[in-house]
């Protein structure tokens, strides 16, 4: 789903640029064939998927960002004492993931969702 000028989103970004061949690029590379062609600078953030990444905060609360074409399951937390992020407050979800953050880094984990049912 697209995102609409004026309206609020919680996004779910990631970056490229502490990739040791990215680094020595200068830039973010997209390889087609023996070809390599730049996808991006090393300061730009990228959506962690492309449709799921975006939630869209309806008076305070998330919700699905969604449209007739793009009809998709919700990522879970896993034992973060919220198995999702939709209709919790823009708050609840503030502290879910910082939670899930600090949990996944004491354990040496660098991925902290899931989209795997509960």
């Known amino acids: 789903p697209g995102l609409v000028v004026g309206e ?12 040791k061949r990215n680094k020595k690029l200068g830039f973010i590379p997209c390889g087609v064939g023996q070809k390599t062609y730049r996808l ?31 009809l998709l399951p919700t990522w879970h937390f896993e034992d973060r004492g919220c198995d999702q992020l939709i209709g919790v407050t823009e708050q609840e979800a503030h502290a879910v993931i910082r939670k899930a953050i600090n949990d996944s880094v004491g354990l040496g984990k660098s991925v902290v969702y899931s989209d795997a049912p509960l």
């Open 8 to 19: 609020r989103y919680f996004l779910f970004l990631k970056s490229y640029a502490d990739d």
């Open 40 to 70: 991006g600078d090393l300061d730009e953030l990228f959506p962690v998927h492309v449709q799921r990444s975006k939630l869209h905060i309806d008076n305070g609360v998330l919700v699905q960002a969604t449209d007739e074409n793009h």
